[in-house]
């Protein structure tokens, strides 16, 4: 239980946490994945390496030491730190250690001066407390995935019936259950968990369902990038019939029911939930105006498959922005997409529901384009795991 004093302890420490809370966070991993291997397939190294996993760990823990005594301050951050632990499968297990090694960091960091044993007291309180929220949320998920129709708890087995090559990145992999059942409904817009080995190590991932449910299967569809470990062994070297273990869907940025025109944006591989999120809307009668950019024509992905709904559904307006086309290639707009572009293909009422999705620049650029053209922030919908502050211009 937080007593007034370390709620004082706790708010002291939010200036420090504003001025280091990066160097705080990078200690932290560095110490946890060095002496607990076990906790390893929970992270992905190329965020580590990269400082976006320790950016984003140090905007949560200043957001949660700023409302420490208001958590329903934080909105919808909970919910997302949630999703993203079911899932990767983060167990009840797991927090003592992740504690364990925040204290130390916030001693060996900040020093003992200033890192006093009531400051790592009430540190110690307030992460108990938070664990304590974020386990039963968890659990609930868990217990919600497992009793679902075609739901799961934990690890399931899925062959890969299909292998489709979608360009010259981007590769769908369709995903049936080796026991025959049913799988689990979602809502589009969610992700899966993957977990694999590789080279005799566990890695996890998560990669979004880029098909509407449809009860027999799912459908992920995967970049291949330069570098990346997952990615390029999913594409060279998992074929048909081979199996992967799954992790039910998670996810909260999802199509909410609505009656607004639906704005869906995205740029590359950041097609797959906005997609679903078509193919659940096309039938609807609802006006959607559907904007993907891409390098050009070679990279982007179900191109055919936006024509064809695009053609069967006089509500559904689609455009494509090509940034370096090439010789040949016409889409409906040439170059980074402008305000003035997406200002044409928005709806005459900015009363919209928008959901965008892509590489952070773009983000922030179209959630810049979005607020400036009067689309309410409010109807304003990403998926972000980075401190928030990166998106704002």
Known sequence: MLSADHLALIKATVPLLESGGEALTTHFYRLMLSEHPEVRPLFNQAHQASGEQPRALANGVLMYARHIDRLQALGPLVGQIVNKHVSLQVLPEHYPIVGSCLLRAIREVLGAEIATDAVIAAWGAAYGQLAELLIGAEEAVYATNEQAPGGWRGGRAFRVARKVCESEEITSFYLQTVDGGAVADYTPGQYIGLRLQLDGEEVRRNYSLSAAPNGREYRISVKREA???????????????????????????????????????????????????????????????????????????????????????????????????????????????????????????????????????????????????????????????????????
């Not at 990346?228 to 074929?239: A, Q």
């Not at 900015?350 to 409010?378: I, N, T, W």
């Open 227 to 393: 570098g990346g470990r997952v990615s390029n062994h999913l594409h060279e070297r998992v074929k048909e019939g081979d199996e992967l273990e799954l992790f039910a869907p998670a996810g909260d940025f999802v199509l909410r029911p609505s009656a607004k025109p639906l704005v869906l944006i995205s740029a590359g591989v950041g097609i797959t939930p906005t997609l679903a999120m078509l193919e659940a809307s096309a039938a609807s009668g609802r006006p959607i105006h559907f904007v993907h950019c891409a390098r050009h024509a070679g990279v982007q992905a179900f191109a055919e498959r936006v024509e064809a709904l695009s053609a069967a559904h006089a509500q559904v307006r689609r455009f494509f922005c090509y940034s370096e086309p090439r010789a040949g290639e016409r889409g409906d707009a040439h170059g980074l997409l402008s305000r003035e572009q997406l200002a044409d293909w928005l709806p005459e009422s900015r009363d919209v529901d928008a959901y965008f999705l892509g590489p952070k620049p773009f983000m922030a650029q179209v959630k810049r384009h979005l607020r400036e053209l009067g689309v309410p922030e409010s109807q304003s919908h990403y998926e972000f795991f980075g401190p928030a502050a990166a998106l704002e211009g």
